[in-house]
């Protein structure tokens, strides 16, 4: 697990602050933690408008861009985007999206619990973990702040396995429930449940811890 820890952090820009700063900084790493006067590379901070803010990492002298983010106020926004050498898109994290919050649980919908199924042998308790594990990244500007918790996060499986309504239980720090809701947003389809022979929806609810180590 300190493994997986020490190679998030490496993929994270940090904000000394949990600012940020309209402007051009330099940097003599790849991952944007070494900031210096001149350096290999630059991060070009911009605003779209009243709210957004972009962001471009790029070389110095070639220009080759290695990301590019957004955020709205100083919250993750819009859709993120690492470049490889060829200026195609490599990987990509998806914020385009709006919070939820608070419990809702469809008329029709039977709680997990409810079901007297052992998570352990559980195919979709496992598929999910192995999701979590996946796709998690810690937030930059908590990871600066020095920010911990832990996000309780609801959401639906119907009878046709679909993932909805997803719903952050209570708020908390913004950070940690958009990176909640941005991992839980990707998992569409799991296998659905059955009663009696018949499939049902779930309402199922679990936490995502964030710890700093």
Known sequence: MKQITAMLLLLCTTFATGQIEIGTTYYSDKYGYKQVHKGAFKKELKKEN????????????????????????EQPYGIWKWFDK??????????????????LVPENAIRYKALGIAPMSDENSKIIQQHIRKKFRYPETAQANGIQGRVGIQFTIDKDGNVGNLRILEKGYKSLDTECFRIMNSLKKLNPYQKDGQNIMVHYTMPITFRLQ
């Open 86 to 103: 060829k200026g195609n898109v490599e990987s990509e994290r998806n914020y385009d999206f709006v919070l939820q919050y608070g419990e």
């Open 50 to 73: 009243d709210s957004v803010v972009s962001e471009l990492f790029s070389k110095t002298k070639s220009g080759q861009i290695i990301w590019t983010k957004a955020y709205l106020g």
